[in-house]
C-alpha cells in the first residue's frame, strides 16, 4: 500500500538513525519499556528535522526545540540532565522528561491516542491552553478528554495558534506511521 504524499516525505528519516539510541533510553526510563521510542523520534523530526543547529524564531532550540527557561526548569527537576539543549542527548533525555510531566496531567480516561495527542498538544501550546480548551470543550457540551473536542475548542482559546497545534499534532501521527 502506497503512503500519502504528505507522509512518504519522512520515509528518508529510517535512515537516520544516529540519534535512536537515545529516544530508546530516555523513552524506556520515562515512559517504560512498552512505549514505543518512535512517537519521539516522530515529535523531534517535526520538531527540528532532527536537527541540534535549529533554533526557532521565537527562541526554542536543539532537537526538541525547548525554551530556554523550559530547559533549565526542567534541568532543576531532573538533575540526570547534566548538558546543554543544543547537545542531541539532552535534549532528547529532556524533551522526553518534559513530555513525561504532560502525560502525568492528562490521566484521565481516554483513549490511548487521545492521550498522545494531549501530550503533544500541551508540548506545543502550552498546558495550561489545553487546559482552557478542556473547560472550553465542556462548556460547549463536548467530551473534553477526547482531542477531537480539543481542535474544536483550542481556537476560542489560542485564536488562530491553534492551527500550528492542531497541524503539529497530526503531522507527528503522519511521521509515526512511516517510522520503523
Known amino acids: 500500500m502506497a503512503l500519502p504524499p504528505c507522509c512518504s516525505a519522512f520515509e528518508r528519516y529510517n535512515r537516520v538513525t544516529k540519534y535512536d539510541s537515545y529516544f530508546k533510553k530516555?523513552?524506556?526510563?520515562?515512559?517504560?519499556?512498552?512505549?514505543?521510542?518512535?512517537?519521539?523520534?516522530a515529535q523531534a523530526i517535526s520538531e527540528s528535522g532532527l536537527d541540534p543547529e535549529a533554533q526557532?524564531?521565537?527562541?526554542?532550540?536543539?532537537?526538541?526545540?525547548?525554551?530556554?527557561?523550559?530547559?533549565?526548569e526542567i534541568k532543576y527537576k531532573n538533575p540526570s540532565i547534566r548538558g546543554s539543549m543544543r547537545q542531541p542527548k539532552w535534549s532528547i533525555a529532556a524533551g522526553i522528561s518534559y513530555d513525561r510531566s504532560i502525560w502525568n496531567i492528562f490521566k484521565a480516561k481516554r483513549p490511548l491516542q487521545d492521550r498522545k495527542d494531549f501530550m503533544f498538544g500541551a508540548y506545543n501550546a502550552?498546558?495550561?491552553?489545553?487546559?482552557?480548551?478542556?473547560?472550553?470543550?465542556?462548556?460547549q457540551g463536548l467530551d473534553p478528554n477526547r482531542w477531537t473536542s480539543i481542535e474544536k475548542s483550542l481556537?476560542?482559546?489560542?485564536?488562530?495558534?491553534s492551527r500550528e497545534t492542531i497541524n503539529y499534532v497530526t503531522k507527528i501521527k503522519q511521521i509515526?506511521?512511516?517510522?520503523k
Open 155 to 161: 481556537p476560542r482559546v489560542t485564536g488562530s495558534h
Open 176 to 179: 509515526r506511521k512511516v517510522l
Open 56 to 72: 526557532s524564531a521565537v527562541g526554542a532550540q536543539g532537537i526538541m526545540q525547548i525554551m530556554p527557561k523550559t530547559f533549565a
Open 126 to 139: 502550552g498546558k495550561g491552553n489545553i487546559i482552557k480548551a478542556q473547560k472550553k470543550a465542556q462548556s
Open 26 to 41: 530516555y523513552a524506556k526510563r520515562y515512559f517504560g519499556p512498552g512505549f514505543n521510542w518512535h512517537e519521539f523520534k
